[in-house]
């Protein structure tokens, strides 16, 4: 413990540093502009971000993708409230009753009460993920590859179920995903899989590129399909933040922890994010709140649940992916990439190797934490002008970000080529109902379950039952089960209520 | 033919357009040129499990489609659960939006034109035309703004990214190297 709170101690000060601390409030800022503007998501500006980050060090490199993961959970609750305007799909659910509020003429008291919930579900959860960390890293450190490939499997299956839509097109997705994984020269036997005498297919297919065409040219296609239509705006008068009493706040204390544990719980599941965590937060405060009955009439129940969620699965998803290098979200995955681009591994030896790096992003979190607030506190009125800018204007800088970010990478045309076939891909996925977010954790986490797969199979001679048998990764192998199963349960027990 | 039949067609079409590159795939992976080593398995096996699986779950769709009477009846995953039946408040009034395929199509010969252009005509020129071609495609209509956007949008990715990021952006070539070079020179980009 003494050794946690001394490294998170440095932690601080390399944060602290005016480059470092330079680059976390430029990450916040974009960060929170990102979630505003209604055509971008907290995915897309991270990927977008990306390739600025090329010649930087690890460390600020790290510090601004994490911050725009932090804030990019935030700020779209603003246009939710204020103008019924989700800036992305994690705030859907805050207008559910951050509207009614606000049409009550409690807009202010609504969005303190969205910056009471970004900070405390945003601090519990960077602080469990400190106490967390090297306990959860040194239990990783017994694991084997049937752990692994459980651990995977439950992140695959989890994406699948929790998703929206129907089943079939997020499993469709996901096989996909992984398919493209296994693009390539294969690594035992120096195989040639699905290159079709392409060279460049050859060196496999980067995850990165995917992730830029699918979620960001994808995007723009499809706002480009409907006349980039900006939102018509509600006048609205004086922005402000009131913050609730401290009276007020804990008399809601149920709904903060509920909402934070959520959130953390759901962050660690790879595979789902902050969206599932917001809907489901606001799913469970539906159900067991004590003011279940008045949720979606505009009380603050209905926007502390999601938005103390939504961040605190920032801190939450970020566990997996430096205990153990498993990447449970888009976001996440753009944060590997910017470890791996460094030459850095994340995984339990990383807190022997590079503790200094991950002591700093951990602090960077608690940091970009009250940075976020503070801004959100007194800008909130000149971050929603941002609205004001022509759709198309933005749209055509995204899409010059993704072009540019594909081409950084290797210096290649050949992965601007497949970043724009992934566009139009992602487009008509988008186009015919297939969700992408599958698609791309099978791209990302597919290499990592073949490669525990085919391991496990070599070391336990062919053996599948070993997935059952062994007693960490027989849980979680059931409980994936449960996971893919649950859907088809309730949808053939609703089947079975509507023929009677 | 009638228009449920029309509608059922149309919903089938993605699942066996899937099954059938999965079918193909799956030969493909049949294929897949290895030295077998007995009792372990190949290269093959992984790539031949999941598209087993794809193929799997589009039969399934494919059967369930065809034979269901009511079409909207499809496996939900939990978010759709919970955001089934929630009752938004009432906001402005939004008519919903027109689909434009020329336009779209438009967007994408633009961007597909780029990536095949910008090694010949570098990356300012065709940055500068992209942008321009883009925002007029997507309906914008000030010509000074487009005309700033373009030149003054182009000139900063190449100061941002050959200056800064130190990315070696295509320059072209011929008279259109020429140009790059030069403008490379007045950014003091070496």
């Not at chain 1, 009614?100 to 960077?126: C, H, N, S, Y």
């Not at chain 1, 979190?365 to 009125?381: D, E, H």
């Not at chain 2, 939900?76 to 955001?83: F, N, Q, S, Y």
Request: charged share 10%.
């Amino acid at each position: 413990m003494e050794n946690t709170l001394t490294l998170l101690m440095h932690g601080f000060i390399q944060v602290m540093q005016p480059v470092n601390l330079m680059f976390l409030t430029i990450g916040i800022v974009l960060g929170l502009l990102v979630a505003v503007l209604p055509g971008l998501t907290l995915v897309m500006g991270v990927v977008l971000a990306l390739p600025f980050t090329y010649s930087m060090d690890v460390i600020p490199a790290i510090i601004l993708l994490t911050a725009m993961y932090v804030s990019g959970t935030y700020a779209g609750a603003w246009t939710s409230i204020l103008f019924r305007v989700p800036g992305e799909p994690i705030d859907v659910p805050l207008l559910w009753d951050g509207y009614p509020m606000a049409r009550k003429g409690e807009a202010a008291q609504a969005l303190g009460w969205t910056l009471i919930a970004a900070f405390f579900g945003g601090m519990v959860a960077a602080t469990t993920m400190v106490l967390l960390a090297q306990p959860v890293a040194k239990i990783a450190l017994t694991f084997s590859s049937p752990e692994y490939f459980a651990i995977i499997f439950f992140g695959l299956a989890s994406v699948v179920s929790l998703g929206s839509g129907k089943l079939a097109n997020a499993l469709i997705s996901l096989f996909a995903g992984i398919l493209l994984a296994t693009v390539g020269v294969d690594d035992t036997y120096g195989a040639h899989r699905f290159t079709f005498g392409v060279p460049i297919l050859a060196d496999g297919i980067d995850y990165l590129v995917v992730m830029v065409g699918a979620y960001g040219l994808g995007e723009v296609f499809m706002r480009m399909e409907q006349g980039f239509r900006s939102p018509q705006l509600e006048k609205v008068g004086d922005i402000r933040t009131r913050l609730p009493s401290l009276a007020e706040a804990l008399a809601m204390k149920a709904t903060f922890i509920r909402g934070g544990l959520a959130g953390i719980f759901i962050g660690i599941v790879p595979g789902a994010g902050a969206t599932v965590a917001s809907f489901l937060s606001y799913g469970i405060e539906a159900q067991y709140g004590k003011r279940r009955h008045q949720m979606g009439s505009g009380i603050p129940e209905g926007i502390v649940a999601p938005q103390t969620a939504a961040t605190a699965s920032v801190g939450g998803a970020l566990i997996p992916l430096v205990t153990m290098g498993i990447p449970g979200s888009g976001a996440t995955a753009i944060i590997l990439g910017a470890f791996l681009l460094h030459g850095l591994q994340p995984g339990p030896q990383v807190f022997q190797t590079s503790s200094h790096i991950i002591y700093a992003l951990f602090a960077s979190v608690f940091v970009g934490i009250i940075v976020m607030c503070l801004i959100g506190y007194f800008a909130t009125k000149f971050m929603v002008k941002v609205l004001d800018l022509p759709e198309v204007i933005v749209s055509a800088y995204v899409v010059m970000c993704c072009l540019l970010g594909a081409f950084a990478a290797r210096n290649s045309l050949t992965d601007v080529w497949l970043m724009v076939i992934f566009g139009i891909i992602g487009y008509l996925f988008e186009r015919f109902g297939f969700p992408i977010t599958p698609m791309v954790l099978g791209v990302i986490l597919g290499p990592l379950a073949e490669t525990n797969f085919m391991t496990t199979m070599i070391s336990f001679s062919n053996d599948w039952t070993v997935f059952f048998t062994r007693p960490v990764a027989s849980p979680i192998m059931c409980v994936a089960i449960i996971t893919l199963i649950w859907p088809l349960f309730r949808h053939w027990r609703q089947q079975q209520r509507r023929t009677k | 033919m009638s228009a449920p039949l029309i509608a059922r067609l149309r919903l089938l079409a993605p699942y066996v357009l899937v099954c059938s590159i999965g079918s193909f795939l799956y030969y493909t992976a049949m294929q897949i040129d290895f030295q077998r080593r007995s009792g372990v398995l190949g290269p093959d096996f992984w790539p031949k499990l999941i598209l087993g699986l794809l193929i799997a779950v589009c039969a399934y769709e494919i059967i369930r489609l065809a034979l269901a009477k009511d079409l909207d009846t499809g496996t939900a995953g939990v978010l759709e659960e919970i955001t089934h039946g929630v009752d938004t408040a009432p906001g402005p009034e939004t008519p919903p939006p027109q689909n434009q395929p020329l336009r779209l199509l438009a967007g994408m010969a633009a961007t597909l034109a780029y990536v095949a252009l910008v090694a010949t005509t570098g990356f300012f020129l065709t940055t500068a035309v992209y942008i321009a071609a883009f925002l007029i495609i997507g309906g914008y209509k000030k010509r000074k703004v487009i005309a700033t956007m373009s030149v003054g949008g182009a000139l900063l990715l190449m100061f941002i990214f050959m200056k800064l990021v130190y990315v070696s952006l295509p320059i072209g070539s011929g008279p259109f190297a020429d140009l790059t070079i030069l403008l490379m020179k007045l950014m003091g980009i070496r």
